[in-house]
């Protein structure tokens, strides 16, 4: 029976460009995408641009420009970059598209109807310089825990979330004037109302996530889930749809998080489906959500509580996929200091298909890595040029060969692909990506050492039969390849399916049945050397 799988992207913020370590993280959502595309089941990948808050506004206002402006111009940037890397969205939306805010503010006051937001007065900081009142974003103060210079919103360094109380004597981003605390009207989210159905939700779905996920979600709940603020004093954002709120708008965190349902009902909208099959309960359905260790409790915790308020059968978020930081030569990640360079930079150097690979066979999976260019060139190089598009070349073009005929397929061989479908399916469900890409890369050595021993070479001259037989046996397991390797190097595998005359593939073994003409091929080196 076909599954429902809905495989959420994090919303990249429009503010500034993505580097190598963002795609690292999100270039799991594609895997997932065509992996089980290629099972048959009904996939939803969606993501989009989170375009609103302050740090956009900000950046307009220093800039002489205006806020859409900002998040277009990365907007922009982000829909080319992710088409660069052929990423297979269903849907790439933008959190600032009317659809988008109309869906949202319908989520938001069904939360508001349903008694889960609340009106408080409380004292906010304030800035007597700038005559506003600031938002957690807009000031800085010393972390309490770590003791490092940070914003009011969250520590970069410890990933502490200050309370209002420790932002008392905080100074204003903008003129760094200290800011005072007065009363304003603010609309909060209960969220310790969802803490007994997201513990619940949580230990009966964490064995499929990561340890980095596990913890701080844990720590999370253990703490004891606090109300969250869910409006702004912006002008920049959704629109508050409560009366009395006209001047305000939503927390970002509210806006994108909620942007997984949203596009979903838009591609529903435009294909005919019903986008409650991808989330509600009781449809055969499943939910990934893809992203770096700093946005796990927004998925985990935020994402779901705002699914449990609208009292209306959701289901909720299965499995967190959730990644260690990719560092570039041993350092994190800067565009201050130059370190580390974009990820459309990257595309503009480095092979597209050999770049993804090396991102997923050396992905921070369970622990922080690192990349160099000089590993990336071992990578391909070595692993990608020496072993998988050396078995391709030598296989397919060689001498004087014109046609794959049909033989008998070496029995060892055989008995690998027949396992490995499910071995390395099981590994990319299980979000071992890593262990994936090598299970396969040992079936392209072990049919390298099975080409070495058979001798084609000799085999043409003393053997037909037995010539036939491994070039057969090869373009085999090329074929296989071209459907275990298409989730990590799609361009390179349709090449592949194009040589071999591939139509409709499936997650399943692939056993050549007829004779396949070379002759018109035109068969080209699947990797160039780098030097």
Same mark, same amino acid.
């Given at each position: 029976?076909?599954?429902?799988?809905?495989?959420?992207?994090?919303?990249?913020?429009?503010?500034?460009?993505?580097?190598?370590?963002?795609?690292?993280?999100?270039?799991?959502?594609?895997?997932?995408?065509?992996?089980?595309?290629?099972?048959?089941?009904?996939?939803?990948?969606?993501?989009?641009?989170?375009?609103?808050?302050?740090? /956009?506004?900000?950046?307009?206002?220093?800039?002489?420009?205006?806020?859409?402006?900002?998040?277009?111009?990365?907007?922009?940037?982000?829909?080319?970059?992710?088409?660069?890397?052929?990423?297979s969205y269903d849907l790439y939306s933008a959190t600032k598209t009317e659809y988008h805010k109309e869906k949202v503010k319908m989520l938001f006051k069904k939360l508001y109807d349903n008694g889960y937001i609340y009106e408080k007065i409380e004292p906010q900081c304030f800035c007597e310089k700038c005559n506003k009142f600031l938002a957690d974003r807009e000031v800085y103060l010393k972390c309490p825990e770590c003791g490092e210079e940070t914003k009011g919103d969250q520590c970069d360094n410890c990933l502490h979330v200050p309370t209002q109380e420790e932002l008392v004597g905080s100074r204003c981003i903008v003129c760094g004037n200290t800011t005072i605390q007065k009363n304003n009207k603010i609309l909060y989210l209960k969220l310790p109302e969802f803490q007994e159905k997201i513990e619940e939700h949580t230990k009966k779905v964490e064995h499929e996530w990561r340890i980095n996920a596990r913890n701080e979600t844990h720590k999370y709940l253990n703490q004891g889930l606090k109300e969250r603020a869910v409006t702004r004093d912006i002008t920049w954002g959704v629109e508050i749809p409560v009366e009395g709120y006209e001047d305000k708008r939503m927390y970002v965190w509210i806006d994108a998080v909620l942007g997984y349902l949203t596009d979903t009902m838009k591609v529903c909208e435009e294909r005919g489906l019903n986008y409650e099959d991808f989330w509600k309960e009781g449809r055969n359905n499943k939910i990934y959500m893809c992203h770096g260790k700093d946005n796990i409790v927004f998925h985990s915790i935020i994402l779901n509580a705002l699914l449990l308020g609208q009292e209306d059968n959701f289901h909720l978020v299965d499995t967190i996929v959730s990644t260690e930081y990719l560092n570039y030569n041993d350092q994190k990640f800067s565009k201050s200091k130059k370190i580390g360079i974009t990820a459309l930079e990257a595309l503009d150097i480095y092979p597209l298909d050999s770049l993804r690979y090396h991102l997923v066979s050396?992905?921070?999976?369970?622990?922080?890595?690192?990349?160099?260019?000089?590993?990336?060139?071992?990578?391909?190089?070595?692993?990608?040029?020496?072993?998988?598009?050396?078995?391709?070349?030598?296989?397919?073009?060689?001498?004087?060969?014109?046609?794959?005929?049909?033989?008998?397929?070496?029995?060892?061989?055989?008995?690998?692909?027949?396992?490995?479908?499910?071995?390395?399916?099981?590994?990319?469900?299980?979000?071992?990506?890593?262990?994936?890409?090598?299970?396969?890369?040992?079936?392209?050595?072990?049919?390298?050492?099975?080409?070495?021993?058979?001798?084609?070479?000799?085999?043409?001259?003393?053997?037909?039969?037995?010539?036939?037989?491994?070039?057969?046996?090869?373009?085999?397991?090329?074929?296989?390849?071209?459907?275990?390797?298409?989730?990590?190097?799609?361009?390179?595998?349709?090449?592949?399916?194009?040589?071999?005359? /591939?139509?409709?593939?499936?997650?399943?073994?692939?056993?050549?049945?007829?004779?396949?003409?070379?002759?018109?091929?035109?068969?080209?080196?699947?990797?160039?050397?780098?030097?």
């Open positions: 029976m076909k599954r429902n799988i809905v495989i959420g992207n994090a919303w990249p913020y429009a503010n500034s460009s993505l580097h190598l370590g963002h795609i690292a993280g999100l270039i799991s959502g594609d895997i997932l995408a065509r992996y089980y595309r290629l099972n048959g089941d009904n996939v939803m990948f969606v993501s989009g641009s989170d375009c609103h808050g302050t740090p /956009i506004t900000e950046r307009a206002r220093k800039e002489g420009r205006t806020p859409d402006e900002i998040a277009t111009q990365y907007d922009t940037e982000f829909r080319n970059l992710f088409k660069r890397l052929n990423f050396n992905g921070p999976e369970k622990k922080d890595t690192n990349f160099t260019p000089e590993d990336f060139i071992a990578t391909h190089n070595g692993e990608l040029l020496n072993k998988f598009g050396n078995l391709v070349n030598r296989t397919l073009k060689f001498k004087g060969i014109e046609k794959i005929k049909h033989g008998v397929l070496d029995e060892e061989i055989k008995k690998t692909i027949l396992n490995i479908y499910n071995e390395v399916g099981n590994l990319i469900e299980k979000l071992e990506f890593r262990e994936a890409t090598s299970k396969i890369m040992n079936l392209v050595e072990q049919t390298n050492k099975y080409y070495d021993t058979q001798e084609p070479w000799k085999q043409v001259k003393e053997n037909e039969e037995k010539f036939n037989n491994t070039i057969y046996t090869c373009s085999t397991v090329i074929a296989n390849l071209s459907n275990l390797f298409s989730p990590i190097m799609p361009g390179t595998t349709e090449k592949i399916r194009n040589y071999l005359d /591939i139509e409709n593939t499936k997650w399943e073994p692939i056993f050549l049945e007829k004779e396949i003409d070379l002759k018109n091929k035109n068969i080209e080196p699947l990797f160039e050397r780098i030097k």
